[in-house]
């Protein structure tokens, strides 16, 4: 079955760098878009960044130039390397296709950045 671990949360103040990352099994990785999602405290999810199954890049605008996701197809993970960091990027950090069609969502990597 379809299996998302996010791992790589925790606490930075303002400024600050933090690294996610997503291991899947279950699916064909090398074939889907992959993407991260986060969902603020009170708030819907909202789409963060894609990476393409060629390796190519699309960023929330909120995130461009701060964030970059990348992909191992060996290793059937997603990264996202988060800097610069600010208090509204605080929320919970998930991994999924893009669309998100992929079920269950994974547990997600909590993100809390302190002013």
């Known amino acids: 079955q379809v299996q998302l671990v996010e791992s790589g949360g925790g606490l930075v103040q303002a400024g600050g760098s933090l690294s996610l990352s997503c291991t899947t099994s279950?699916?064909?990785?090398?074939?889907?878009?992959m993407a991260w999602y986060r969902q603020p405290p009170g708030n819907n999810r909202q789409l963060v960044a894609t990476?393409?199954?060629?390796?190519?890049?699309i960023y929330a605008d909120s995130v461009k130039g701060r964030f970059t996701i990348s992909r191992d197809n060996a290793k059937n993970t997603v990264y996202l390397q988060m800097s610069s960091l600010k208090p509204e990027d605080t929320g919970v950090y998930y991994c999924n296709a893009n669309p998100p069609f992929f079920r269950p969502w994974g547990q997600g990597a909590q993100v809390t950045v302190s002013s």
């Open positions: 990476i393409t199954s060629g390796g190519g890049t």
């Open positions: 279950g699916i064909i990785f090398r074939t889907k878009d």
